[in-house]
């Protein structure tokens, strides 16, 4: 670690409470014994996670035998069944992400904590995970099973051991930050020291076929202070590329083994692994000072902001292999942009932030948080979309070999159930990516109605962002010593900041404005972000956006759903300077969205069916006749996320461009 990192960690110290605590570096998030979201749309998430995600999938983990896995070994005498439950050898990560939420939801202040049932879950699966370890430290239910005649570490492509062991780490260091329970930490640090052992410098020269450990054994790092996590996370990643993972269904590139890391010019593979790399190769270029490593993680995501990435932020174009696609394939029928992505994606965007202070990671964590992350979730909380597609079609009939009652809509559970525990973690944590400490500056990097307390400087922000565009923030209290940054994101322009009622200037440089002059107690600070509403076009290359038109407002992504209008939405076309013209009006649009929610009305035009079939020829005539619309109507838009809430019906993000 560098100087600086020993100079801010007695700083840092204090801020620990936060998901991502570095050492390095001089931005520290402030985490939950600073912030507290207290009202508006994540708050509505966050009580929707405690109150119906979390029993959900409480039921469904103890229905799908994941907490029995772990009691087999731990508990033998109690079971009757010998046999490993269910297909993947990753089933106790579904347990430990959920255990990283749980630790965050018992820990909330009396009033909002979690109730006595999740509590019971959580000691009962402590002292499952605790009995299940074996004396050398190893632990994976899968391979300890008595019906599993496979030997441990025998299928590191497969085996999924240390993405298995990199979320124990991370529920292991939530418990510890957040309930001061350092049971699991005992267990995670036993199995990491197995893995520095067996992985680390006097070790085999491998790698996991699923990375995710690297991230996880980095903050291992910061929580701990012991360096071999970060220095084996270092390894790992540098390893990776080398063509180690042994291959059988799928390409190296899907494993991102094709080429090192450093190396590689464009985010490839598997979106999850991809992403969850270079999360970690962020914690770690970080905390070694890495340079090299940064640069390369810039050009990787400079390669998905500009060719890889939906509108909505989802990654991931293929099915086939859950994987990202090439430069420009992006299909919105056929999008994957799996739940997990949306999270990977987000946790890059964020390590990408601390690492290098850029506004532009935040607007970009900002899209998937609202978009493809929050599609994820039913409105009830309790059904999940595994894929997030940008349209569907009216007859629309999917059928995988994965789910065999195939996909109608979001579901309760999943044979392979990776997303809706990753949900549950992320929701709970999102009070950790409010606020940032770079320096003596506090960066608001996201809005929400919260209160903020850091370094004699103490904020109720009060705003229905995303739906409006005012943000108000009044100081409890400041003693002078801490500045004021608020990022201003890129679709907007013309944002003003007024103090005590007074405009100042509000220019703001690489997306951050910064309030120049000491708050005070009392002081008012009003941000508005103007929120017009947008058309976007595509660039040419996405073949299937060719001619086509999506909309957005503020940092929401639009889709119209069939159920909302009568004039069928393969037919209708919209005209750029209609859309910008176009109503944004409250409406509730589902029983639990915002009161406040923003739904966008736009005049249309609808198009004639081609009289002579499919692939009409264009003449001259036929040319004027395609292009004149049959009729007028008006087109109603709602948030992308909510779709899917009242019905299987016909969706579409991009619509015909008038
Ligand atoms: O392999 C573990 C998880 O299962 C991945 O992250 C998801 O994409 C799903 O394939
Ligand atoms: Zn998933």
């Known amino acids: 670690m560098t100087d600086n990192a020993v100079a801010s960690a007695a700083h ?63 508990r033998p005498e109690t079971l009757a069944d010998t046999a490993y439950r269910g297909r993947y050898p990753f089933l106790d990560t579904d347990v430990f992400k959920t255990l990283e939420g749980l630790a965050y939801e018992l820990a909330r202040p009396e009033g909002t904590r979690a109730d006595a049932a999740t509590e019971a879950f959580y000691e009962e699966a402590v002292a499952l995970i605790e009995g299940a370890q074996r004396a050398d430290g190893y632990l994976n239910s899968y391979y300890q099973a008595p019906d599993v005649p496979k030997e441990p570490w025998e299928d590191l492509a497969w085996g999924h051991e240390l993405y298995n062991l990199g979320h124990l780490i991370q529920a292991a260091v939530a418990a510890s930050r957040q309930l001061g329970d350092d049971r699991l930490l005992a267990v995670a640090r036993r199995f990491a020291d197995l893995a520095v052992d067996r992985f680390g410098p006097t070790g085999e020269d491998v790698v996991c076929g699923h990375p995710e450990i690297e991230m996880a ?8 202070g012991d360096e071999r996590y970060l220095d084996l996370s270092r390894r790992f990643i540098d390893r990776r590329g080398r063509g180690t993972v042994e291959l059988r269904v799928f390409p190296a590139e899907y494993f991102q083994d094709s080429a090192p890391l450093r190396e590689l010019d464009a985010v490839t593979g598997h979106a999850v692994r991809m992403t969850y790399l270079t999360a970690g190769a962020a914690d770690v270029a970080l905390e070694l000072g890495d340079a090299s490593l940064a640069g390369a993680l810039h050009r990787l995501w400079g390669d998905m902001l500009d060719s890889k990435l939906y509108i909505t932020g989802g990654l991931g174009s293929r099915h086939s292999d859950e994987a990202i696609g090439d430069r420009f394939e992006l299909p919105s029928e056929r999008s994957y942009s799996e739940t997990c992505a949306a999270i990977a994606t987000m946790q890059w965007a964020w390590r990408m932030y601390l690492g290098s202070g850029e506004a532009a990671s935040l607007d970009t964590f900002e899209t998937v948080l609202y978009n493809a992350y929050a599609a994820g979730l039913s409105d009830d909380g309790r059904a999940f979309f595994y894929d997030n597609p940008l349209q569907r079609r009216p007859d629309h009939q999917q059928r995988t070999g994965a789910e065999p009652e195939g996909e109608l809509l979001r579901r309760g559970w999943f044979v392979c159930p990776c997303c809706p525990p990753n949900i549950i973690r992320w929701t709970a944590e999102l009070q950790d990516h409010l606020a940032v400490l770079d320096g003596e500056t506090l960066h608001l990097a996201q809005y929400a109605t919260s209160s903020i307390e850091v370094d004699g400087l103490g904020l109720e922000v009060t705003t229905d962002y995303p739906w409006d565009e005012r943000v108000v923030i009044d100081v409890r209290a400041a003693d002078g010593s801490t500045r004021l940054a608020l990022r201003i994101p890129a679709w907007c322009r013309g944002a003003s900041l007024a103090i005590n009622e007074e405009q100042v200037e509000a220019d703001a440089a690489a997306g951050w404005l910064h309030v120049d002059r000491a708050l005070a107690a009392g002081d008012r600070l009003e941000l508005v972000l103007p929120m017009p509403v947008r058309a976007h076009g595509a660039d040419p290359r996405v073949d299937g956006l060719r001619a086509s038109l999506a909309v957005a407002r503020g940092p929401i992504v639009y889709c119209a759903e069939q159920g909302d209008n009568d004039a069928d939405l393969d037919l209708v076309s919209l005209a750029p300077a209609d859309v910008r013209a176009a109503r944004a009006e409250i409406r509730r649009v589902t029983p639990n969205s915002e009161a406040v929610t923003r739904v966008v009305t736009v005049a249309a035009s609808v198009d004639p069916v081609p009289a002579d079939g499919l692939y009409p020829e264009l003449t001259a005539g036929d040319q004027e006749t395609d292009a004149a619309a049959s009729g007028t109507t008006t087109v109603t838009l709602v948030p992308y996320h909510l779709w899917g809430n009242r019905g299987a019906a016909a969706m579409r993000v991009w619509l015909r461009r008038a």
């Open 217 to 224: 054994l980095v903050e291992l790092t910061r929580e701990t």
């Open 12 to 74: 840092v110290t204090r801020l620990r409470r936060a998901a991502v605590a570095p050492i390095a570096g001089r931005r520290a998030p402030l985490g939950t014994d600073a912030v507290t979201i207290t009202g508006g749309v994540l708050a509505t998430w966050q009580r929707r996670n405690r109150d119906e995600t979390v029993p959900h999938t409480l039921g469904e983990l103890l229905a799908a035998g994941n907490l029995d896995n772990l009691r087999r070994i731990a």
